[in-house]
């Protein structure tokens, strides 16, 4: 069993950053793939980024492409996701969420194909 539990979430203005970060407890957090995921209200939860057990590996979804970065601290059982230059789009729920891997580099896009996730932290962005 992992637990998962996100923070950092807040309002911040169009053009401002945030940093989430997401503190993993339980199984041994190095086998896990993590991924960051979002949903806005009326809307499906939709894929942000995800990054390998490893930290070698990383992608990320079009939208935030080039303003989001994710980064993991494997002896610290930490994933974080670095927020620049946000969007009113950019507005939802972030959920991190993990899933054993199968490799060292294996990361994964889809809802379906992580087992675990956290509660959620809100992200507002005004503008």
């Known amino acids: 069993q992992v637990q998962l539990v996100e923070s950092g979430g807040g309002l911040v203005q169009a053009g401002g950053s945030l940093r989430l970060s997401c503190a993993a407890s339980?199984?041994?957090?190095?086998?896990?793939?993590m991924g960051w995921f979002r949903q806005a209200p009326g809307k499906e939860r939709e894929f942000v980024g995800a990054i390998s057990w490893s930290g070698g590996s990383t992608y990320y979804a079009d939208s935030v492409k080039g303003r989001f970065t994710i980064s993991r601290d494997n002896t610290k059982n930490t994933v974080d996701l670095q927020m620049n230059s946000l969007k009113f789009e950019d507005t939802a729920v972030y959920y991190c969420a993990a899933q054993r891997a199968k490799t060292l580099s294996a990361y994964y896009t889809k809802t379906n194909e992580y087992g675990y996730w956290g509660q959620g932290t809100q992200v507002t962005v005004s503008s």
């Open positions: 339980g199984r041994t957090f190095s086998y896990y793939a």
